[in-house]
């Protein structure tokens, strides 16, 4: 199994153009040598509501990647579509820190039922991936391409997460 939660920001990684040689082009070649080595599950954590026809650079980096990694046709490809993450972060994000902090209140307020509709915590979508990529392995998924939403990625990350072995 092969488990990308590759990427960066404009800001950090300095242009636009550099951010996209980590988020699609750096992402993409580490996919191709997965496939080449002969892995069967890849698992890309990638973003809720993007698309290659996207105007919005962010989103259409990503929806690329989506479809690239599509066509490498490994055994099983899961998607993680997750929406805002929250969590700390070392880099400065004043919108996201902004979002982040409100999706944190009305999560501790509703008890995850509000946030869980827009946000999610960075280790629910860790955990949902492994729990994902592992289901694959161990043959309990059928389908050669898995998308897995925000409401899934809750369910494999919280409600089914089992740690350890």
């Known amino acids: 199994m092969f488990l ?3 990427g960066t920001t404009r800001n950090i990684a300095g242009s636009l153009e550099a951010q996209r040689a980590i988020d699609l082009d ?4 580490l996919a191709k040598a997965a496939k080449e080595s002969g892995v ?3 698992v890309l954590i990638s973003s809720a509501m993007v698309s290659a026809s996207s105007s919005m650079p ?3 980096m990503k929806g690329e990647l989506e479809d ?8 099983f490809t899961v998607i993680l579509k997750p929406g805002l993450l929250l969590g700390s972060r070392e880099d400065s994000r004043p919108a996201e820190a902004i979002a982040r ?6 999560g501790k307020l509703s008890n995850g039922w ?4 827009f946000a ?6 860790a955990k949902a991936a492994v729990n994902a990529g592992m289901q694959c392995l161990e043959g309990k998924r059928a389908e050669k391409l898995w998308i897995v939403s925000q409401s899934e990625i809750i369910r494999l990350g919280k409600t089914e997460w089992k740690a350890g072995p």
């Not at 750096?26 to 070649?29: A, G, Q, T, V």
């Open 4 to 6: 990308s939660a590759l």
């Open 26 to 29: 750096l992402n993409l070649s």
């Open 40 to 42: 069967n599950v890849y």
């Open 58 to 60: 962010y989103s259409k």
């Open 68 to 75: 690239e990694v599509k066509k490498l046709d490994f055994p």
């Open 101 to 106: 902090v409100i999706g944190s209140a009305l």
């Open 114 to 117: 509000l946030t869980d509709r």
């Open 120 to 125: 999610i915590d960075a280790d629910v979508v």
